[in-house]
């Protein structure tokens, strides 16, 4: 049987008294056409209310891209997958609302690529 390459992770916390849900967009890819890509997250407003056709309603999504990590402990053909700390990833969130993403709004997704610098040790 083949394992998936994508990891299953997904979960929801609370940033400021909003309550989010979030899950892997996608893994850590080497030399795309616009560069090496971090492990991308998927986070959205947790509503629970639904549409008028049986849908949950759908919020303005918030995609982290986190840092491609360079060094690896394993050399291998694929790059490794970080480890993400909930620190980490409220962190994220609190710098992309800082940014200008709103929990509340409807749009298109908001897209912020991290550095280093932006995350708790």
Avoid: C
Avoid at 24 to 49: F, N, Q
């Amino acid at each position: 049987m083949t394992q998936p390459k994508k990891r299953s992770l997904n979960g929801q916390l609370t940033v400021d008294g909003v309550a989010l849900e979030w899950h892997v967009k996608s893994e850590p890819a080497w030399g795309t056409s616009d560069g090496d890509i971090g492990l991308r997250l998927s986070v959205m407003k947790y509503d629970e209310t639904l549409t008028r056709h049986g849908e949950r309603k759908a919020w303005r999504e918030l995609i982290l891209q986190f840092p491609f990590e360079r060094k690896q402990r394993h050399p291998s053909r694929f790059p490794e997958k970080p480890k993400i700390t909930p620190e980490m990833l409220i962190a994220g969130v609190r710098l992309a609302i800082e940014a200008g993403w709103s929990p509340n709004g409807r749009g298109r997704a908001f897209e912020l690529i991290l550095e280093e610098g932006d995350l708790p040790a």
